[in-house]
């Protein structure tokens, strides 16, 4: 049981260019989860996905997009990468939208040089 | 923004003794959630106290909730190196997502 599973683990990035990183779950969640954390600041929403078809906004959803491709996964897409979005980036799966614990990905440190 | 924020920020301690981590929110909320992240790694949840209870555990580790004063702390007894981690409250205030706090980092030396 694999849980959820990010790709790639590690990234760097020239400023100004495109990725998408890759989240997937196997825990047949409804709810998925884009965090980025950087040091200091704790854990900040950037989009989510409450069920299969819906997506919506966080805290700090500039620069980035999102798709909920299916049920199982969610990508988060940088158009045009930026040194401030230099981070650690989690995705993060539940059951449901509120009242359950969430499951998290191991992570994708990003630079943006 | 940050529903809730962990006190202290950083803690040492030797094996063997407890460590006490506190969480401070602003709002109402439905439960709120601890969570251990050891360095480079993604988090891990811990335990989830609903606004209707007032004391939970679960193994080595008890939680308060006093939604009186929107606090929270989490108590882990007979502290182990492998303990050593950050510690993250998060409060869902049953509207919204999980609102993460900036942590409380808890060093736990032989």
């Known amino acids: 049981n694999a849980g959820v599973t990010q790709t790639p683990k590690f990234q760097v990035l020239k400023t100004g260019q495109s990725m998408t990183l890759q989240c997937a779950q196997d825990m047949n969640h409804n709810s998925m989860y884009w965090y980025r954390q950087d040091p200091g600041m704790g854990l900040r929403l950037i989009y989510y996905s409450a069920s299969e078809g819906t997506t919506d906004k966080g805290e700090v959803p500039n620069g980035y997009n999102v798709s909920r491709l299916n049920k199982r996964e969610f990508s988060l897409r940088l158009e045009s990468a930026a040194p401030s979005q230099t981070s650690v980036y989690f995705c993060?799966?539940?059951?449901?939208?509120?009242?359950?614990?969430?499951?998290f990905g191991q992570g994708t440190r990003l630079t943006v040089v | 923004s940050q529903q809730g924020e962990e006190d202290p920020q950083a803690l040492s301690i030797q094996e063997g003794e407890n460590a006490t981590m506190n969480c401070s929110y602003k709002?109402?909320?439905?439960?709120l959630q601890w969570y251990r992240q050891n360095s480079g790694r993604g988090l891990v949840h811990l335990i989830l106290?609903?606004?209707?209870?007032r004391e939970k555990h679960s193994g080595r580790l008890r939680v308060t909730l006093d939604t009186s004063k929107k606090s929270s702390s989490l108590l882990i007894t007979a502290s182990r190196a492998a303990d050593t981690a950050s510690y993250f409250c998060?409060?869902?205030?049953?509207?919204?997502?999980?609102?993460f706090g900036k942590g409380t980092m808890l060093l736990v030396s032989p």
């Open positions: 998060a409060t869902d205030r049953g509207y919204s997502t999980l609102t």
């Open positions: 106290i609903r606004s209707n209870e």
């Open positions: 709002t109402s909320i439905n439960n």
């Open positions: 993060a799966s539940s059951e449901f939208h509120l009242n359950t614990e969430a499951f």
